[in-house]
């Protein structure tokens, strides 16, 4: 079983849709979670970070589900510069220090 | 320019040719990783630096060697290519305190 496991997809919305993409981890010890956003053929960069209260950044929702080991991403009024994909990030402390664990990603398409 | 930079965006060599990937940052960072990634598989390390005297392998270390000349400069070397190595190599950095990573553009690796 990977570590980090999304679905994906490609998710293909019309602009204005509300979507949600999910992952799930399996180091119930994980302590840090983020999403990233991957555009074709460029580096990731850091979209938002995950608390474990859930947490808001403009259109955009993370959610953390610590007892189903799940973390989520909501988009709301999805605009076509939404179109990309997003890699769930699992932080782990481990003996050698602080280690990042990278999704496969999942991809969306925003249709006019 | 660019925080973080990696030398060449774009090769093309033979099987058994020696490789060297470059890796440059202006971000004062004393952690540098490097990546590789392949479709569906997420990113995955190959080796990380915390500091100058630091290096260790990360999850898929064979066939692959590094070298941190400075604290900006950080090296992936291929001792002899093999098809298989074909991918996206990223370079990352990251400082102390926080968990964010901060990618180099990439080089596209493709080994005949």
């Known amino acids: 079983r990977k570590e980090v496991e999304q679905d994906p997809g490609p998710f293909n919305v019309p602009e204005g849709a509300t979507v949600a993409f999910n992952c799930t981890y399996s180091?119930?010890?994980?302590?840090?979670f983020f999403w990233y956003r991957q555009d074709c053929r460029k580096e990731p960069k850091l979209l938002m970070s995950v608390y474990s209260s859930g947490n808001e950044d403009g259109r955009f929702t993370a959610q953390l589900n610590r007892a189903s080991q799940y973390i989520s991403l909501l988009i709301r009024d999805s605009k076509l510069s939404d179109s990309a994909t997003y890699l769930c990030?699992?932080?782990?402390?481990?003996?050698?220090?602080?280690?990042?664990?990278f999704g496969g990603g999942t991809r969306l398409m925003v249709k006019p | 320019d660019a925080d973080v930079t990696q030398t060449p965006r774009n090769r093309i060599t033979k099987t058994g040719k020696r490789i060297m990937l470059e890796c440059s940052q202006t971000k004062g960072h004393d952690r540098m990783y490097w990546y590789r990634q392949d479709p569906g598989l997420g990113l995955r390390l190959i080796y990380y630096s915390f500091d100058v005297k630091d290096i260790n392998k990360g999850e898929i270390s064979d066939g692959y060697s590094v070298s941190r000349q400075a604290q900006a400069k950080f090296s992936l070397s291929l001792e002899s290519a093999i098809p298989n190595q074909t991918a996206l190599y990223f370079c990352a950095t990251s400082d102390l305190i926080s968990n964010e990573q901060f990618f180099g553009p990439g080089t596209r690796l493709t080994v005949l």
């Open positions: 990030v699992v932080f782990n402390l481990n003996n050698a220090g602080n280690m990042l664990t």
């Open positions: 180091n119930s010890a994980s302590q840090s």
